[in-house]
């Protein structure tokens, strides 16, 4: 089993940046990739972002390139979303997801944090 817990989101104005963390717990070592998905209200949950177990490997979806960071850093079990220059579509509740296979869908990942709420204003 592994446990997921987020934080770091909050209420951010476009253009402003937020650091979220996820915190893994449990059967942490191995092949564990993470991930994070998003969710609107009113949309379905859509890939955002993952990284592999050695942090080498790492996929985004096409509209957070370039503003977007995944990284983790294992010592601490803790796997990291920086996002620049925010935008009001950015809006969303947040999950972090692990499994242990490398994917961008949902419904391939097994674990699931709670989630983040992230408001970007215009």
């Known amino acids: 089993q592994v446990q997921l817990v987020e934080s770091g989101g909050g209420l951010v104005r476009a253009g402003d940046s937020l650091r979220l963390s996820c915190v893994a717990s449990?059967?942490?070592?191995?092949?564990?990739?993470m991930a994070w998905f998003r969710q609107a209200p009113g949309q379905e949950r859509e890939f955002v972002a993952y990284?592999?177990?050695?942090?080498?490997?790492?996929n985004y979806r096409s509209s957070v390139k370039g503003r977007f960071t995944i990284s983790r850093d294992n010592a601490k079990n803790t796997m990291y979303l920086q996002m620049n220059s925010l935008k009001p579509e950015d809006t969303a509740v947040y999950y972090c997801?692990?499994?242990?296979?490398?994917?961008?869908?949902?419904?391939?990942?097994?674990?699931w944090g709670q989630g983040t709420q992230v408001t970007v204003s215009g």
């Open positions: 997801a692990a499994d242990f296979k490398i994917s961008d869908s949902p419904g391939l990942f097994y674990y």
């Open positions: 990284v592999n177990w050695r942090g080498n490997l790492t």
């Open positions: 449990g059967r942490t070592s191995g092949s564990l990739v």
